[in-house]
């Protein structure tokens, strides 16, 4: 897990420092996956009391509306089932979920893992004995057929924690919200993004209470399949994915240890720059003899890779502007005015945490929704001959619709939260781009590579211009 982070006053604009972020790790803020990781980004206005309030709470009132939704409306006896194994495969998989907060319901899963049941049972019955042999030579079918029911039932799954989580994120929001309001929080508000990171992982079919996987470089399967990403926010703080290529740190090929293999697995994969970027070929493995004539001759260079391609930036979350025509719709309809694009003059977003004397029209309900991306493993060697494949990819569900409420499969890299003094002057493809050219290009060993990103952004906004604080995150995923 590699999280960058940067925050600038901008003093030459600036007084005060009212911005704060959040970052926490696995199994570390008592959320009820310990996979899950939490990024969030406050922007602060009318004093900081605000940004301090969620800095502490609103990660553990989202850990704490998460236990509470999956006890009452996903868990219970269908829990209960999922963990004896008795997964209902009775729908179809799908690539896409809705983002509003729907609850879920036990017993509609009881139903669907009965059914199923019977039917197994009622097939059983009725097959002939005199079939014994068939039933034998068929084997290979039924097990196909158990395959496929368990993918259907692990990404059910998937997305019923997905419904869970999203609800808990609304919930979260506003009873952080009121929390504030009895804590004395009037005037001063905030803009907040936020996002709940879980990877999805192979061995989950078998056992979802199994231990996180160690980072064992030979063992290929530690990485997870595919990367569920809950995000919410309310006012003008935004979470950008990027989209293209997701790399899996690849496994060390057994043969020796390739200077250009780990060079490709730390600049691709998230390793960062590791030291064997820096170690030479005769210190990793004993020189093989060779005659005088050859010993002087330096090895031919490797061919390089073929770069990744290129990028789409998918946002994740929606402004929540004043001048937003839907929002103007719901002040005006609330009995409140937007004058010179402000909420009765004053307020220039149109949803936050605080800014309680106008919560009439200021409301504080979040934007959800969710992202599912796939990991691909894009440079292969594992096939011996070293010359960086490049695995094909089918167009099909790459790209996010745009509509930001639907969970889709994609390929991701990084996941970038900031407040609005980064995205008031570098657009969201920008910023992708950015970050992928300083991570990836000439200056990854210079300025930090991944680790450096944000600090990047930062100083590009302020380059630009920009007259407002800037927090920027960026997650890798």
């Not at 963990?83 to 319901?105: K, N």
């Not at 079918?141 to 993918?151: A, G, K, S």
């Not at 060993?445 to 920009?466: H, I, K, M, P």
């Amino acid at each position: 897990m590699i999280v960058s982070v940067a925050e600038e006053m901008n003093p030459t604009r600036r007084n005060t420092m009212e911005d704060a972020h959040v970052v926490r790790r696995p199994g570390s803020w008592g959320a009820p996956d310990p996979r899950a990781s939490f990024v969030s980004v406050m922007d602060g206005h009318g004093g900081r009391r605000i940004a301090d309030y969620l800095e502490d709470h609103l990660a553990s009132n989202v850990a704490g509306e998460w236990s509470y939704s999956a006890t009452t409306e996903g868990g219970g006896e269908g829990k209960d089932a999922r963990r004896r194994g008795d997964r209902g495969a009775g729908s179809t998989s799908s690539s896409t979920t809705s983002s509003s907060s729907s609850s879920l319901s036990s017993s509609a899963f009881d139903a669907t893992t009965t059914t199923t049941t019977t039917t197994t049972m009622a097939d059983d019955d009725e097959r002939p004995r005199s079939k014994k042999r068939r039933h034998d030579h068929d084997n290979d079918d039924d097990n196909e057929n158990i395959t496929t029911m368990t993918t259907t039932a692990r990404r059910t799954e998937e997305e019923m924690q997905g419904d869970v989580v999203r609800l808990a994120l609304e919930r979260a929001f506003l009873l952080t919200d009121v929390r504030s309001r009895l804590e004395g929080i009037i005037t001063s508000g905030a803009t907040v993004a936020c996002c709940v990171v879980i990877p999805n992982y192979r061995h989950r079919r078998g056992n979802r209470d199994r231990a996180l996987p160690t980072n064992d470089d030979d063992d290929d399967d530690d990485g997870p399949e595919s990367i569920s990403i809950h995000a919410a926010n309310a006012g003008d703080a935004r979470a950008v994915l990027s989209s293209g290529t997701a790399v899996r740190r690849r496994r060390r090929r057994r043969g020796g240890d390739d200077r250009r293999g780990s060079s490709s697995r730390s600049m691709m994969a998230g390793e960062g720059d590791d030291d064997d970027d820096d170690v030479d070929d005769s210190t990793a493995r004993p020189p093989m003899a060779a005659s005088s004539s050859s010993s002087s001759r330096p090895p031919p260079p490797p061919p390089p890779l073929p770069p990744p391609p290129p990028t789409t930036a998918i946002r994740l979350t929606r402004d929540h502007k004043s001048t937003d025509p839907d929002e103007v719709d719901r002040i005006v309809k609330s009995g409140g005015f937007v004058v010179r694009g402000r909420v009765l003059g004053v307020l220039a977003v149109a949803r936050s945490i605080g800014d309680h004397g106008l919560k009439e029209y200021v409301i504080g309900r979040p934007h959800v929704s969710s992202t599912v991306v796939r990991i691909v493993d894009y440079y292969d060697d594992d096939d011996g001959d070293n010359d960086g494949d490049r695995k094909d990819r089918s167009d099909e569900d790459d790209h996010y619709d745009g509509k930001g409420d639907d969970a889709t499969y994609t390929d991701g890299e990084f996941l970038i939260v900031a407040c609005d003094g980064l995205w008031d002057v570098i657009g969201d493809q920008e910023a992708v781009d950015l970050v992928r050219w300083h991570a990836c290009g000439r200056r990854r060993r210079r300025d930090g590579g991944r680790e450096g990103a944000s600090s990047f952004l930062v100083g590009e906004a302020l380059r630009r211009g920009s007259a407002d604080n800037i927090t920027v995150v960026v997650y890798w995923l």
